[in-house]
């Protein structure tokens, strides 16, 4: 695609918000490359070219790792014209694709995302896929395929926003799939979903990223995504734990010094400077400040992890307070949210816990 058509693109589909939107990089069906998926990609080119491709795949893997990207890498392959592609095998399509083009539009007649998006005139994003959704974008299915590829395709983006009644809409049409339709299946959290709809789905776990592929990705994108200090994207990168969504959080300066100063805190444990906790629960409890909290819970997550794996030869015993120290964090983050209370109780308790973790009192 044309760095103008790209951006033309870009400027269309931005005219509504998604879930999983991030300031100045293009959403997965904007992205024709791919990395650290080959096996990933080798399954699905292998199926379709023996003629064996299953009519549901569950792509499931940690946020922010491309799992988004790949679906809509097959959808491409599986909607463009079949007399139009550089060779039958592989997905690769070029980026002037009339496919890619109508695919990164949303476009395609053949093919529907089943995804949050704010409504014309709404403030903020539906929290779940309503039954109404599903079905009107599942009504794809009731006419007759267009165009010489003939495959329909639905990107469902993600299956955790599924309600009760959409997830049963979209179970009811994979357990009776039409001709020559398929559907990817996002989920950031496979073992949560309905056993039914599991169990109807070829899995096809995707692994984190390695760090120098999460720098790539992000070296890759596009203006006006902003340069990036080297060293400041080594950091996010280490950090990251394979995701591309998380490193781009890091990069922003504020999370950046909320991961800083959680990291310190937690250095200083069992006994950290409750003076500075108190001040970093004070910024985190601001009405806008839920992306920074959440950095500073996966942060609090990631220490219990490695303090685990380090102790690992420890016993269970002398683990075990670590363990129910992340689940009482975890637990209290849950109820903070249901109920929308104030966030600094759930802060500093959050690191009296894992004091108390540390000096053996749990």
């Given at each position: ?86 060779s ?23 093919l ?72 990817l ?28 592929e ?46 800083a ?8 444990l ?8 108190l ?12 992306p ?71």
């Amino acid at each position: 695609m044309r760095p103008d058509s790209a951006r033309a693109a870009r400027e269309v589909a931005r005219t509504e918000a998604e879930a999983g939107d991030i300031a100045h990089v293009p959403r997965p069906r904007e992205q024709m490359r791919l990395l650290g998926h080959a096996q990933a990609e080798a399954a699905f080119a292998g199926a379709l070219a023996a003629g064996r491709l299953h009519h549901a795949w569950l792509i499931g893997g940690p946020q922010g790792i491309g799992k988004a990207t790949l679906a809509y890498r097959v959808a491409r392959r599986l909607v463009a014209d079949p007399r139009t592609l550089p060779s039958p095998a592989g997905l690769d399509l070029p980026e002037d694709h009339p496919a890619a083009r109508q695919v990164a539009a949303l476009s395609h007649p053949n093919l529907v995302a089943l995804r949050r998006v704010q409504a014309p005139g709404a403030k903020t994003l539906p929290t779940r896929i309503s039954v109404d959704a599903a079905r009107e974008a599942l009504a794809l299915f009731g006419a007759t395929a267009g165009g010489e590829g003939g495959w329909r395709v639905c990107i469902v983006d993600s299956a955790e926003d599924l309600n009760a009644n959409s997830a049963n809409a979209l179970l009811k049409m994979i357990e009776e799939p039409p001709p020559r339709a398929i559907f990817l299946i996002v989920s950031h959290a496979p073992g949560r979903l309905l056993p039914t709809i599991r169990s109807r789905c070829r899995a096809l776990a995707l692994r984190p990223l390695a760090e120098a592929e999460v720098r790539a990705v992000i070296e890759g994108f596009p203006p006006p995504f902003p340069p990036v200090d080297a060293a400041v994207l080594a950091r996010a990168a280490a950090l990251s734990e394979g995701s591309v969504a998380r490193a781009v959080a890091l990069l922003d300066p504020a999370t950046a010094a909320v991961e800083a100063e959680v990291s310190a805190l937690l250095a200083g444990l069992p006994e950290p400077d409750w003076r500075r906790v108190l001040k970093l629960a004070e910024t985190l409890a601001g009405r806008d400040a839920e992306p920074l909290l959440a950095t500073a819970l996966d942060g609090l997550q990631r220490h219990v992890a490695a303090e685990i794996d380090r102790r690992q030869g420890e016993g269970p015993a002398r683990l075990l307070p670590l363990v129910e120290a992340a689940e009482r964090i975890a637990a209290a983050a849950r109820e903070a949210a249901i109920y929308n209370l104030d966030r600094r109780p759930l802060v500093l308790s959050a690191f009296q816990v894992l004091a108390q973790a540390g000096r053996g009192e749990i």
